[in-house]
């Protein structure tokens, strides 16, 4: 009965483990510790939100662990979820101490809305010398015209008053039939229980063998929405990704 | 009474064992019939993402006479670049499998990236404002097409090890799922151009 509860506990471990996770409560994660002020950043991230349901991460690092700043950038967006399942309305605004380089990551859905030249020069009026200046206000002003543009091209879907905060802006409709996959349980566990009672375990050590030897390749992965059961407000995991469009440069 | 319960004891003995046989041919089948599932799903996810990837090319297609037009405007005499791009990109329009398309954009890719070398000769280009638009746009697509490509790769690498796994390797050989190709990337072409100012 021992070797039967471990196997369930290994049942139960997340496939995927992420690197960097999202500070709660906040759309600023400074991680390199670089901002000052980042509390008003933050507001006016929020701000967007309600006005145009676009979310949007500002992310600092100290380094980029070997990576171009374009799949640093592309990875943590899928990572992280930012924007919803399909509709990939997410910005990710990367920033590199060492080096000293920038990005704006733009979701799927943004793309039409928010093209490479117009965020790449923004980045460059904006965002460069706000991160030289250590001023705050540089990159509030680049959220603002960011917004401005989303607005303009009609891509903006306001906030419904009233609608609950942390639920719905993580609910996503992939998830399989709760019933079926009782009954599956139910009958997993069942052949599980015969299997330990009548050959020792046999089978299911061959399956889970074979299972955990094959998973191997998958454990690196970045997939949206891991953490999406730990504590605290998270505000993303919604499951949208990124293609790579955007615009990088260095300050 | 003893015959009885002998009788008892040998029919719960083959019970159990009809119970065991029973679980047993149920787990292989459903194994069987997950692995074929799998297998199809996955194939078809290459397909999927490799449709992103030509997507991202034939953007970048569209993108390149705009772009030497421009660069033409500053330095017509560059002939050989842009004779070499225009090769490569006739190349690619005429590419039909997947081999000759990843060919075709590798030759391309260098291509453009000596066209690069050449503009940083020329300042004034630099500092027209429509090529730094197109600029961005070529970057942009060229990082895409790195996303894409990275992520067909990753699909493929997904299906190929299940395809050659034991026991997948049984159900893919018997339906006739062999392995797809990679999408290799030119040496040196990990890393999209940038513009920099």
């Known amino acids: 009965m021992k070797r039967l509860y471990i196997i369930l506990v290994l049942l139960m471990l997340p496939l995927a483990v992420c690197a960097l996770s999202p500070i709660p409560g906040t759309n600023v994660h400074d991680f390199a510790?670089?901002?000052?002020?980042?509390?008003?950043?933050?507001?006016?991230?929020?701000?967007?939100?309600?006005?145009?349901g676009v979310e949007m991460a500002v992310v600092t690092v100290p380094d980029l662990g070997n990576e171009s700043i374009e799949m640093y950038a592309v990875k943590l967006f899928e990572d992280w979820g930012i924007g919803k399942k399909g509709e990939d309305k997410g910005l990710l605004l990367l920033i590199s101490l060492n080096p000293r380089e920038m990005r704006i990551e733009v979701?799927?859905?943004?793309?039409?809305?928010?093209?490479?030249?117009?965020?790449?020069?923004?980045?460059?009026?904006?965002?460069?010398?706000?991160?030289?200046?250590?001023?705050?206000?540089?990159?509030?002003?680049?959220?603002?015209?960011?917004?401005?543009?989303?607005?303009?091209?009609?891509?903006?879907?306001?906030?419904?008053?009233?609608?609950?905060?942390?639920?719905?802006?993580?609910?996503?409709?992939?998830?399989?039939?709760?019933?079926?996959?009782?009954?599956?349980?139910?009958?997993?566990?069942?052949?599980?229980?015969?299997?330990?009672?009548?050959?020792?375990?046999?089978?299911?050590?061959?399956?889970?063998?074979?299972?955990?030897?094959?998973?191997?390749?998958?454990?690196?992965?970045?997939?949206?929405?891991s953490y999406r059961g730990s504590s605290g407000r998270n505000r993303y995991g919604g499951g949208g990704r990124s293609g790579g469009g955007g615009a990088s440069g260095k300050w | 009474m003893g015959g009885k319960g002998d009788f008892a004891n040998i029919m719960k003995k083959g019970t159990i064992i009809l119970l065991v046989v029973l679980g047993v041919i149920l787990l292989i089948g459903i194994s069987f019939v997950s692995s074929y599932n799998s297998l199809v799903s996955l194939n078809e996810s290459v397909d999927a993402q490799w449709g992103q990837v030509e997507n991202q090319l034939q953007a970048r297609y569209d993108k390149i006479p705009n772009l030497v037009n421009t660069v033409k405007g500053y330095a017509s005499h560059e002939q050989e670049v842009f004779e070499s791009i225009a090769n490569a990109r006739a190349r690619l329009a005429g590419a039909g499998?997947?081999?000759?398309?990843?060919?075709?954009?590798?030759?391309?890719?260098?291509?453009?990236?000596?066209?690069l070398v050449v503009v940083e000769n020329y300042p004034n280009l630099k500092a027209d404002a429509q090529f730094n638009q197109?600029?961005?746009?070529?970057?942009?697509?060229?990082?895409?097409?790195a996303v894409e490509r990275m992520r067909y790769n990753e699909k493929v690498q997904e299906y190929n090890s299940r395809v050659k796994r034991f026991p997948t390797v049984l159900i893919a050989n018997m339906f006739g799922f062999g392995p797809r190709t990679y999408f290799e990337a030119a040496a040196g072409a990990e890393v999209a151009p940038r513009v920099e100012f």
């Open chain 1, 33 to 52: 510790g670089i901002l000052s002020n980042e509390h008003l950043l933050d507001s006016r991230i929020e701000a967007m939100y309600q006005r145009t």
């Open chain 1, 107 to 225: 979701g799927y859905g943004l793309e039409g809305a928010l093209p490479d030249s117009f965020v790449g020069v923004n980045l460059q009026k904006y965002v460069g010398p706000a991160l030289a200046n250590n001023d705050i206000n540089g990159l509030i002003e680049f959220v603002a015209i960011l917004e401005e543009r989303i607005i303009a091209q009609g891509d903006a879907v306001p906030r419904v008053a009233g609608e609950t905060e942390g639920i719905s802006r993580y609910e996503t409709n992939d998830g399989p039939n709760p019933l079926a996959g009782l009954i599956l349980f139910v009958i997993i566990v069942a052949l599980v229980l015969l299997d330990f009672r009548f050959t020792g375990g046999m089978i299911v050590g061959a399956i889970l063998h074979s299972l955990l030897r094959g998973g191997s390749y998958r454990g690196g992965s970045y997939r949206g929405g």
């Open chain 2, 134 to 145: 197109l600029m961005y746009e070529l970057s942009g697509t060229e990082n895409r097409i």
């Open chain 2, 97 to 115: 499998t997947v081999e000759e398309q990843v060919a075709a954009s590798n030759q391309l890719e260098s291509a453009l990236a000596r066209l």
